[in-house]
């Protein structure tokens, strides 16, 4: 339940800073924060399983 909560708060911070870039006028930095995010987050994804695979081989 704590993870499901926390992904809730985590998605909406994520929303809330990029909502506050395009509002500034800042439309390059907020498209930055959503590709930067999704890149990051894949890679992140990717070095867990490849490191799982790893040792549990």
């Known amino acids: 339940m704590v993870g499901l909560l926390g992904g809730f708060t985590t ?3 994520f929303g809330n800073e990029t909502m506050n ?3 500034d006028g800042e439309l390059w930095l ?4 959503v590709v930067g995010h ?3 987050g ?3 994804v990717w070095v867990g399983y490849s490191t799982a695979y790893l040792l549990w081989k």
């Open 38 to 40: 999704a890149v990051l």
């Open 11 to 13: 998605f909406s911070a």
């Open 21 to 23: 870039l395009l509002r």
């Open 42 to 44: 894949l890679a992140a």
């Open 30 to 33: 907020a498209c930055g924060n």
